[in-house]
């Protein structure tokens, strides 16, 4: 009896302690990131968008971030923040997708937002961006470039989100020159800055001349540079670690997306949902066109105004598979977001053999 | 430059820092002490190297302070498992941790900074032979170093006496103590190796592999020249062979996904772990005594006085 008045005491000193503290807590809010944030790309981009809610939102929120954190062994980083008190919580990496909705049933009222994946719940939004968009402005930069008529790709995994950045690349370069061929090699990593250099040096080996890459370090970029080549920065403007390689450079901007959720989660208004923004929203952002020549310049202008104004859709239909069969049109006039986001083959002209 | 020769070249790039990196393990190996913070030693390497090369405008200076800070991780290393007769496992797995932090801390205002790429060698007639020019004289400095380093190991552990007592207080510590060869002394020579050649092997990644410094750049090289010690059976010349196996097989499988073959990407990049696990079996199976890891390895000493 005695233990349990002193065991109710304890209890209740406990909350009155807790008490005060908690009336005036500040939202927290947390990050997973797939790579190092020094990594001058993907995490790297997000953690700017953590650095725009601290600016704007600084006095209301606490952020915090774990980085490196690998896709397989990610739930026990998603569940740390969600048991220390975070409230919101972003998941930055498609392989976070069963981790991040394994640890949102468990808390309830923890918000989630899982970037690049397609499945939701009451307390989980998804989020990605149309880098596609951008890929297609950089494939006609890329035919418009090459001596050789050679262009390549560095990617990390045969997966439908690198595929469709493939594919946008290849029709962007077909527009510009119908005779023009794509090398793709993938290293089977999202961040290995010497197998990407590897790669990169395949390609470049095998009469590549202009390149792209779907890996997070800049030194497939590097590689073009020491060769006297050109290529594309990748998830951030990469252009110091290549004056005279880089075309432009697809950025992730997720200040604004990451500003306006933290807010909704401040005045009560957040839900789950999809975003998948585009040039139109400011969610990619093509850096400086520099190498290149005015005309190209205008070229890639032009087809990114078209782009954002809706006038041209990079996977409009008719769209051809390698076997010549046309992909079935479910968007109007063009692919549907669905058949983006889950693409599984290469379109007509890549002359390789997509690794099922 | 024909594409033969271009593949060589790359080869050479990928294989020299699992060469560097395992020569070091193998003599601490040899000496009895397993380290596992190759990987953490190497990021050292890798984030003081460029800093230092930066700070200092040069790149002789910049190897000098990633071997350096990688030798200082492998005293601390010493300490643990000499002075203290820790745990080797965990204290080298704690190594790795705090090498990649650290270095994470130490390369972060060095993040986006960049080099210009290093001198390579240059002997007028030699170097401009056809398709074996630039591979025999045409490259870089870490490269003939690692070569010598590859030979002079060889010639250390078999053909001096030092490095007969090497191997015996690496392959019983007792019976060496009692016959007064100073093991600590000896361990702690040789876990100091490890450390600056894992730092050189760093150094080489960030100033030459790829000129720029990022956290995790290391990538798990660490734990392959680990590996590839214990495949190579402690012995130089097959840690040779095997990281240059695996160099190749990394660059030729990229090659061949580039030339477009119609195998998997995924089954080619698992190419050239299996090549290299099965070449060394095949190598160990050839001889007719096995040959074990030697006798202390792992084991904490204590002299017993």
């Known amino acids: ?356 | 430059m024909s594409m033969f020769e271009a593949v060589l070249l790359t080869i050479v790039t990928a294989s020299t820092p699992l060469l560097l990196a395992a020569l070091g393990e193998l003599v601490a190996e040899r000496a009895g002490v397993l380290n596992l913070g190759v990987e953490g030693m190497m990021a050292m390497g890798a984030a003081c190297g460029f800093a230092g090369a930066v700070v200092f405008d040069s790149t002789a200076l910049g190897v000098l302070s990633g071997m350096i800070a990688a030798v200082l991780l492998a005293s601390l290393f010493a300490f643990a498992v000499l002075g203290l007769a820790t745990n080797q496992v965990a204290s080298g797995l704690a190594l790795t941790i705090l090498g990649l932090g650290l270095a994470g801390l130490i390369g972060a205002p060095f993040i986006g900074a960049r080099r210009e790429p290093i001198a390579h060698l240059h002997i007028p007639g030699l170097t401009d032979l056809p398709v074996v020019g630039r591979l025999f004289f045409g490259q870089d400095a870490f490269v003939y170093v690692s070569l010598l380093l590859a030979l002079a190991v060889a010639w250390f552990l078999f053909h001096t006496r030092a490095g007969l007592t090497l191997r015996s207080v690496g392959e019983n510590h007792t019976s060496a103590h009692s016959l007064g060869l100073p093991v600590v002394r000896v361990r702690l020579l040789a876990i100091v190796f490890g450390g600056a050649c894992a730092g050189l092997s760093g150094a080489y990644l960030s100033l030459v592999y790829t000129r720029f410094w990022s956290p995790g750049m290391t990538a798990g090289r660490g734990w392959i020249a680990l590996a590839l010690v214990v495949f190579a059976a402690w012995r130089p010349g097959r840690a040779f062979a095997g990281a240059y196996l695996f160099g190749a097989a990394t660059v030729l499988q990229l090659h061949a996904q580039a030339a477009s073959i119609g195998l998997p990407s995924q089954t080619l990049s698992a190419l050239p772990y299996l090549a290299t696990v099965v070449a060394l079996v095949l190598l160990s199976l050839g001889k007719r005594r096995a040959v074990g890891a030697p006798g202390s390895l792992g084991t904490p000493f204590v002299p017993d006085r």
């Open chain 1, 1 to 356: 009896m005695k233990r349990a008045v002193l065991g109710a005491v304890a209890v209740a000193a406990l909350a009155i302690m807790a008490g005060p503290a908690s009336a005036q807590q500040k939202l927290k809010v947390g990050f997973i990131y797939v790579g190092p944030v020094g990594d001058h790309g993907w995490s790297y981009q997000h953690d700017q968008g953590r650095k725009a809610i601290e600016k704007e939102l600084g006095d209301r929120v606490e952020t915090s971030y774990v980085e490196s954190v690998p896709e397989a062994d990610s739930e026990r980083a998603i569940e740390q923040l969600a048991r220390t008190g975070h409230k919101l919580i972003f998941t930055t990496s498609f392989g976070y997708m069963e981790p991040t909705l394994k640890v949102a049933k468990k808390y309830p009222n923890v918000m989630f937002e899982h970037a690049t994946g397609f499945k939701r719940e009451k307390n989980v939004s998804t989020y990605a961006a149309r880098f596609y968009e951008g890929r297609y402005i950089s494939g006609q930069i890329a035919a418009k470039m090459s001596k050789t008529g050679v262009i390549g790709y560095v990617g990390a995994y045969p997966i439908p989100e690198v595929v469709a950045g493939i594919n946008a690349y290849f029709l962007g370069a077909q527009s510009v020159n119908p005779a023009v061929k794509l090398k793709v090699v993938y290293v089977n990593s999202w961040y290995d800055p010497g197998k990407e250099a590897d790669g990169a040096k395949a390609l470049l080996d095998q009469g590549v001349d202009v390149l792209t890459q779907h890996t997070d370090s800049p030194a497939p970029l590097q590689a073009a540079e020491a060769r006297g080549k050109l290529a594309f920065g990748q998830a951030s403007d990469m252009i110091k670690f290549a004056p005279k390689a880089q075309l432009t450079a697809i950025i992730d901007n997720w200040n604004d997306y990451y500003v306006a959720r933290t807010k909704a989660v401040l005045d009560g208004s957040w839900k789950a949902q999809d975003t998948w923004g585009g040039l139109a929203q400011h969610m990619v952002v093509m850096a400086p066109y520099t190498n290149m020549p005015e005309d190209v310049a205008k070229l890639a202008k032009e087809t990114e105004e078209a782009i954002r104004s809706g006038k041209l859709k990079p996977f409009k239909c008719p769209v051809f598979k390698q076997d010549g069969s046309q992909v079935e049109c479910k968007g109007g006039d063009g692919l549907s977001d669905e058949q983006i986001l889950g693409m599984n083959f290469y379109v007509k002209g890549i002359d390789d053999k997509l690794p099922q």
